[in-house]
T-cell receptor, first 114, second 111 residues
Framework: EAGVAQSPRYKIIEKRQSVAFWCNPI?????LYWYQQILGQGPKLLIQ????????DSQLPKDRFSAERLKGVDSTLKIQPAKLEDSAVYLC????????????FGPGTRLTVL | GEDVEQSLFLSVREGDSSVINCTYT??????LYWYKQEPGAGLQLLTY?????DMKQDQRLTVLLNKKDKHLSLRIADTQTGDSAIYFC???????????FGAGTTVTVRA
């Protein structure tokens, strides 16, 4: 089966610019996650969707980050305006519902903010 | 303090065994996962253990769980150069099924 797809793989922008990342989860996976992984750290959950509804966005800096999952499939994560500290790898993952269900990760988008 | 703690670095000779240790705080975690991250890649699930087990073996991988001490370990037998990566211990949180990640252990395999 196809894995989680993300694009772009790399993005370099200047601070105060905007950027958007795209994720296509594994077909049939109801749950979709966006993580931020800063260099030298583990992934930090930004937002979790179940179908097209937000389950948890408590760690999402809502003044500059937004995410949507229209039609419960693809998702986009946007940063506007970007700050230097947003430089990180943004990982998308998907899973089926419930406990004990493996999260499948995409390759990530590496964002560099100059 | 952190929910999950791991030592940051491990260097091992090719062919030897690697042991990566992890301590966690959520004593009610039902599933505890080990993920591997190679350079420039996402996380790949290596193995997991259910909380009612104290050991699980899967080919070269052995997971040990000490629930009393909230300690998890991953042993890789006959470590190969392809095992060089960052390894994350990720207990599933009992209240919402989300994963808690530590900073990861960077394993370097030397010839």
């Amino acid at each position: 089966e196809a894995g989680v797809a993300q694009s772009p793989r790399y993005k370099i922008i200047e601070k105060r610019q905007s950027v958007a990342f795209w994720c296509n989860p594994i077909s049939g996976h109801a749950t979709l996650y966006w993580y931020q992984q800063i260099l030298g750290q583990g992934p930090k959950l930004l937002i979790q969707f179940q179908n097209n509804g937000v389950v948890d966005d408590s760690q999402l800096p809502k003044d500059r980050f937004s995410a949507e999952r229209l039609k419960g499939v693809d998702s986009t994560l946007k940063i506007q305006p970007a700050k230097l500290e947003d430089s990180a790898v943004y990982l998308c993952a998907s899973s089926t519902l419930g406990t004990g269900n493996e999260q499948f990760f995409g390759p990530g988008t590496r964002l560099t903010v100059l | 303090g952190e929910d999950v703690e791991q030592s940051l670095f491990l260097s091992v000779r090719e062919g030897d065994s690697s042991v990566i240790n992890c301590t966690y705080t959520d004593s009610s975690s039902t599933y505890l996962y080990w993920y591997k991250q190679e350079p420039g890649a996402g996380l790949q699930l290596l193995t997991y253990i259910f909380s009612n087990m104290d050991m699980k073996q899967d080919q070269r991988l052995t997971v040990l769980l000490n629930k009393k001490d909230k300690h998890l370990s991953l042993r890789i037998a006959d470590t190969q150069t392809g095992d060089s990566a960052i390894y994350f211990c990720a207990p599933e949180r009992s209240n919402d099924y989300k994963l808690s990640f530590g900073a990861g252990t960077t394993v370097t395999v030397r010839a």
